[in-house]
Antibody, heavy 126, light 108 residues
Framework: QVRLVQSGAEVKKPGASVKVSCKAS????????MHWLRQAPGQGLEYMGM????????TYAQEFQGRITVTRDTSTSTVYMELSSLTSEDTAIYYC???????????????????WGQGTLVIVSS | EIVLTQSPGTLSLSPGERVTLSCRAS???????LAWYQQKPGQAPRLLIY???SRATGIPDRFSGSGSGTDFTLTISRLEPEDFAVYYC?????????FGQGTKLEIK
């Protein structure tokens, strides 16, 4: 079955960067987009961006433009999300989530999310 | 940006009851691009419903979705103990993809 396994919790100082990984298994990695979302403590869900693992093209939510970089390594079926210039407002659980569309070529995604990784807690504190 | 407003914020119910959760959009959601998720404490969200009314793989048929335009509902026909959780709606009509603030189902 499809499984997404994320890297462990991180503690960062304000101004630093964090890089979270998401290793996919159970399907052909390059045939489905991968998304990143986050959830601040006790809060709702916020969409961050997506990557097409086939060609590495990305689309980011406007709120994160300039601070987020999503990349992939097809040899290990892993997607990475790096967020820079961290502030306390970035303290959250970060999730990767697979797009359900099967997209062996071209541009296709649905932008709903199934399944999700287990989440990675990022704490930003001085 | 499409703003999704869920109501009520919290519902206290008993197992066996029927419940309907509401999600209202600030503008029409085209092409049926609305999903529902369930989230339990300490867990990632789980997809329940997509395209307004299609159940995701493995989701019991006591969960159903309906609606159109700006008004959508998630119905659980008969609450099981494992259904007490937070439920979120999400649109994928256009960027930015947004979520409602959630409805918490708690045991009465």
């Amino acid at each position: 079955q499809v499984r997404l396994v994320q890297s462990g919790a991180e503690v960062k100082k304000p101004g630093a960067s964090v890089k979270v990984s998401c290793k996919a298994s159970g399907y052909t990695f390059t045939t489905s987009y991968m998304h990143w979302l986050r959830q601040a403590p006790g809060q709702g869900l916020e969409y961050m961006g997506m990557i097409n693992p086939r060609d590495g093209s990305t689309t980011y939510a406007q709120e994160f433009q300039g601070r987020i970089t999503v990349t992939r390594d097809t040899s290990t079926s892993t997607v990475y999300m790096e967020l820079s210039s961290l502030t306390s407002e970035d303290t959250a659980i970060y999730y990767c989530a697979k797009d359900p569309a099967f997209c062996p070529d071209g541009v296709c995604y649905m932008a709903y999310f199934d399944p999700w990784g287990q989440g990675t807690l990022v704490i930003v504190s001085s | 940006e499409i703003v999704l407003t869920q109501s009520p914020g919290t519902l206290s119910l008993s197992p066996g009851e029927r419940v309907t959760l509401s999600c209202r959009a600030s503008q029409s959601v085209s092409s049926d691009f609305l999903a529902w998720y369930q989230q339990k404490p300490g867990q990632a969200p789980r997809l329940l419903i997509y395209d307004i009314s299609s159940r995701a793989t493995g989701i019991p048929d006591r969960f159903s979705g309906s609606g159109s335009g700006t008004d959508f509902t998630l119905t659980i026909s008969r609450l099981e103990p494992e259904d007490f959780a937070v439920y979120y709606c999400q649109h994928y009509d256009s960027t930015p993809y947004t979520f409602g603030q959630g409805t918490k189902l708690e045991i009465k």
